[in-house]
């Protein structure tokens, strides 16, 4: 019986600790503890009770005046490895569903491994003629446009690495075969923020690509719309990329990525790809 209401209390504490917690987290700004109370609805002894325990464990941590008080250092990074934890196709899935509706085309996502990157989901374009693609599927990181945009933002060294050792092999007669040409077109990725596969993995298939990234701003995976050549609207910035782009800053977000400030819009499209119809 004891026993019981033991856990009974430590239950009922932790639910009061939790909605501190999510009071604090939910808030515009930091919360006194008058503020907690009324947002809580709980007296203001057992608030600073609470708060004391939070504070000692780095869950919450007072600002340096000790009026006020905000989420911890350890409660971000618990939230953080969470997320980490997560596997990212549960995380963009409903989006990736949301850009094939919009788009109509095929929508991948892609994830780097053993120097490929791997098709981890995928959802395809409900018109008769489509770009066809199965599950862990590993494709190249020089000829798709996921590989491109995931090394255009990676760290200079890491990506000098990788390039080191990649076999530049010619998967169709548009794909690129010289290292100056794939670093140029890299670079080009860098500056507006998506990439290119202008028929250079798949035959009479074009693609756009945009990188999925974490909150220290580094890849965790690419997006990408894959459409016939016959099929390419004219304005592919409007139907394609900016559509694109915002599937992949949706799921960045999540994934606690904040853009630096002063970023700049992405560049409007500066390839040789022509669209079949205007």
Known sequence: MLGQDANTKGTAALSKGIKVLSAIAEAPGK??????????????????????????????????????????NTLVTIAHRALEQTDI?????????????????????????NNMMLYVDNLDSPERVRMACSLGVSVPLHSTAVGKIYLAHL??????????????????????????????????AQARGWSTDEAENERDIYCF????????????????????????????EATYVQ????????????LGHRPAAGESRPARLSTGLQPAIS
């Open 89 to 113: 196709r549960d995380i963009a899935h409903e989006h990736l569903v949301a850009l094939r509706d919009l788009t109509g085309e095929t929508v991948h996502l892609a994830i780097f491994h």
């Open 209 to 236: 690509g945009a990188a999925v990234l974490n909150r220290d701003s580094r890849p965790v995976a690419g997006i990408s719309i894959s459409i016939p050549r016959f099929r390419l609207r004219a304005k592919v």
């Open 31 to 72: 919360l006194t503890v008058r503020e907690l109370a009324e947002v809580t609805a709980l007296p203001r002894p057992t608030v600073y009770r609470l708060l004391s325990a939070l504070v000692d464990e780095g869950l919450v941590r007072p600002s340096k005046n000790g009026h006020t008080y905000q989420l911890g």
């Open 243 to 254: 559509p694109l782009l915002n599937t992949a800053a949706a799921v960045s977000r999540i």
């Open 155 to 188: 760290p200079e060294a890491e990506r000098d690495a990788i390039l080191s050792q990649l076999a530049l092999t010619q998967v169709t007669g548009h794909s690129i075969t010289s290292i100056n040409a794939l670093r140029s077109e890299i670079a080009d």
